[in-house]
């Protein structure tokens, strides 16, 4: 029976949700110990799975002999190469992009092995201890081949080839460009140039890679637990590599213990998984350990870039000209390919400026090496570092403040939309205002007067600024990475009232750390004008979500937040509707107010959300005549073009004179991310971003030694920051809002390591001006800063 409240006083609208500081919602469970991850679930007759992996970096497989481990008690079964290629096809990354080679990648090593750690037998026994055990029994015979580690001598006729079909190591060749670049630089006022190597890094997530298969026998299904970044890209590639249909493989990525873009690729190891369940009929799991993560997972940045920067007398950027020589590993990933970071870096080398003639060319090179794969930022962070240091470079030898020289070439605001160089559009940013915003947050000019003391005190300080632009929420006009054929440009949200008013929200998208179930939650709530408690957020399954792909180049809170504002708009459409009937009043009449419907200027007639809902349930009798019963809604949402971030970060650091140790003293982030849903949660994306790109700045390095042996293997050896190491972060935020994107967002996942590194290697030739140094390498360790220092001293 619809209530009338005689004589109520007006009711007052609920809280906007977005724009709030709302504690994360998916906190509880994790702090108390119930996650959802893949070693969370043993299913009965659980087998455990271990890896027998290549010693060698580069060699062919003669031999096989596993009796041994198969009669070793609780070894249910092994898989080589061989028997995997008669279950599963081998993964092939396509691309659109006739200079990009497409090679295969084999579940398991198929005639040879390409790099240390390369995945050769998998055993499935009782327990993991007896698969181990199982692994160490197996024999393997390998013919060495002549290994090659260094991508500029991969690129000579006499190098060791890694695939024959490719026929070179050559595996990415892309060139970009505008105007007469030549003339350009010839006619210069001041043209800077520099090589830049950034070295190779590597996600370290929480939880290490795994996976859980199981297949049903009776059902023919199979369904697949992972610590996946996109579960429904892996169904996707699954149906076509096991030759199954879609509607029978479900992927679960419930919790994910951190991603980072490492997680966002197809894998061996969940291949090989899903074939040996299927074949034997029980679930089998495989939990890496850190050492096979350090090993086997992607890796990120490993590029060369020689860069030359012209300028005019007023420092106006007149023409940049760049190559990039990326070291891409073993293997071309699924589905990025090869391409991934090479292309994303001479793509966004312009940066926020105006760039009149440009020349990018970008190679990617196979090396036996781990493959590289997208990782937090994605090219960006080595553009970032190339642009941001010729920058520097052109101000000092101009006698400008840095600062100075940016603002003169920044894009300005009246010129958005801005087509860059390489065909990027940016739809509209903040780059003067954060420039600005971060200046007077440090107290610029403090700062600047607090260095000239310290220098004639002897001491080392400097201050580093650095600006970027990023594309997020990329819809379908472009593919995240280029010439990939995958469809990525649309997400999608089911928004579903059950007949007690409470609202499940569902998604395509996988969060791993995002907070995404509390960011969603907002927006749906705002949408359909219930508190955020009543309403449930339910991501990361195939199975019940609407189609959609997953989590990945900060796309996630543009595609499935504007999805869930079209399903929530619908939904309050017919809500409204309903209203209306139970009301005897016109739809257009109905206001929602603190959660409950009334008449517009006739408060004391009101229906509760959870009347409107059961009447929705109810039947036609309670329904508007040709109203369907039900209440709920599944939108897809395609931004098309995507939309733009950008920051600026400015770092103050101290070289330590005796140890070359540097110390960040002070770190601004001035951040426009768009119309921000969760400031709460938007820092907390800076701070573990910059706590990344300091690692990248200052410690983190993966090294192997000319045959292909990885030396950083623990770690112990590959060092990433702590507590001790990371400054505390101011952080500032402008509020943008995207003009092309619903609800205004802009995805941010990615800035803060996108800018930390820049910041931080400018800080640090800054702080080295006396000495005539230039930061051109990171990271930028003690030995590193050293071997400068002794070179510029004995220079004189």
Request: overall charge negative; charged content about 25%.
């Amino acid at each position: 029976m619809t209530e009338h409240r005689a004589g109520a006083t007006a009711p007052t609208a609920l809280p906007r949700l977005v724009g709030a500081r709302v504690a994360r919602r998916e906190d509880g469970r994790f702090l108390t110990g119930q996650g959802s991850y893949v070693d969370d679930h043993r299913p009965a007759r659980l087998l455990y799975a271990a890896f027998l992996r290549s010693p060698h970096a580069h060699a062919r497989v003669v031999s096989i002999a596993a009796s041994a481990a198969l009669t070793l008690p609780g070894v249910a079964a092994v898989l080589t190469g061989e028997d995997v290629a008669r279950s599963a096809k081998p993964v092939r990354a396509a691309s659109k992009t006739p200079a990009v080679k497409v090679t295969s990648f084999p579940p398991l090593a198929l005639g040879k092995v390409r790099h240390v750690g390369e995945a050769v037998v998998m055993v499935a026994a009782e327990s993991r201890y007896v698969a181990e055990d199982a692994v160490e029994r197996i024999l393997v015979e390998y013919e060495p081949i002549p290994v090659v580690t260094d991508m500029e001598q991969a690129l000579r006729p006499e190098s060791p080839l890694l695939h024959d079909e490719a026929g070179t190591n050559l595996l990415v060749s892309r060139e970009f460009g505008r105007g007469d670049v030549d003339e350009a630089l010839a006619g210069a006022a001041l043209v800077v140039r520099e090589r830049f190597r950034f070295h190779r890094h590597t996600p370290v997530c929480m939880e290490n890679r795994g996976c859980l298969a199981e297949y049903a026998t009776g059902s023919g299904t199979l369904t697949l637990r992972s610590s996946a970044q996109c579960p429904g890209l892996v169904r996707d590639v699954l149906s076509d590599l096991l030759d199954m249909p879609e509607h029978r493989i479900r992927v679960i990525a419930a919790d994910v213990g951190g991603g980072f873009g490492a997680k966002a690729s197809l894998y061996p190891e969940e291949i090989a998984t899903c074939v040996m369940a299927r074949r034997l009929g029980r679930p089998v799991k495989w939990i890496g350990d850190r050492r096979e993560d350090l090993l086997a997972t992607t890796h990120a940045w490993d590029e060369i870039v020689e860069a030359e920067l012209g300028v005019d007398r007023d420092g106006a950027i007149v023409g940049l000209r760049a190559q990039v020589t990326a070291d891409v590993g073993a293997y071309s990933i699924y589905p990025w390919t090869a391409a991934i970071e090479p292309v994303q870096t001479i793509s966004f080398l312009p940066g926020p400026y105006r760039v009149p003639t440009y020349r990018g060319r970008t190679r990617g090179v196979a090396t036996c090496k781990a493959p590289l794969g997208p990782y937090r930022g994605v090219g960006r962070p080595p553009a970032v570092f190339v642009i941001e240091g010729l920058m520097d470079r052109a101000a000092r030898q101009l006698g400008m403040d840095p600062t100075e020289i940016r603002l003169r070439n920044f894009v300005r605001d009246e010129e958005f939309p801005y087509k860059s160089p390489s065909g990027i559009v940016w739809d509209r940013a903040s780059f003067t205002a954060s420039l600005l915003r971060a200046c007077e947050a440090l107290d610029y000019a403090a700062v600047r007067a607090e260095q000239s003391r310290a220098r004639a005190e002897g001491r080392w300080l400097g201050v580093g600024v650095a600006s970027y632009v990023e594309l997020t929420g990329i819809g379908s006009a472009i593919p995240v990475s280029p010439g990939m054929p995958i469809a990525t440009g649309t997400e999608a949200a089911t928004i579903r009232f059950d007949p007690a008013g409470k609202v499940t929200a569902v998604f395509g998208i996988a969060s791993h750390g995002q907070g995404l179930e509390t960011t969603l939650a907002q927006i749906v709530a705002d949408e359909v004008g219930v508190p955020i408690d009543d309403v449930r957020v339910i991501h990361g399954d195939t199975e019940v979500s609407p189609y959609g792909t997953g989590t990945y180049a900060s796309r996630s809170l543009v595609l499935a937040g504007g999805a869930a504002i079209l399903a929530g708009r619908a939904v309050r459409e017919k809500m409204l509707v309903i209203a209306g009937h139970l009301l005897e009043a016109d739809p257009a009449d109905v206001v929602m107010t603190d959660g409950r419907w009334a008449v517009r200027g006739m408060l004391d007639r009101s229906v509760a959300v959870r009347e409107i809902a059961r009447a929705a349930y109810t039947g036609a009798r309670r329904l508007p005549t040709g109203l369907e019963p039900g209440l709920e809604a599944t939108r897809f949402y395609d931004p098309y073009y995507g939309t733009a971030s950008n920051a600026t970060h400015v770092a103050v650091v101290e070289v330590d004179r005796e140890t070359c140790e540097v110390k960040p003293l002070r770190y601004v982030v001035v951040e426009d991310c768009g119309r921000m849903v969760n400031p709460l949660i938007v820092d907390g994306q800076v701070h573990g971003g910059v706590a990344q790109g300091l690692g990248a700045a200052l410690l983190e390095e993966v090294v192997y030694d000319d045959q292909g042996q990885l030396l950083s293997g623990t770690l112990m050896d590959y060092v990433v920051p702590s507590a001790c190491e990371v400054p505390w972060m101011e952080v500032h935020h402008l509020e943008t809002p995207s003009p092309v994107a619903l609800g205004g967002f802009r995805g941010m996942g990615e800035g803060g390591t996108i800018g930390a590194p820049a910041a931080i290697a400018n800080a640090v030739a800054d702080a080295l001006v006396p000495l005539g140094i230039e930061i051109a390498e990171l990271p930028v360790t003690p030995d590193r800063l050293f071997r400068l220092i002794e070179r510029a001293r004995a220079r004189g």
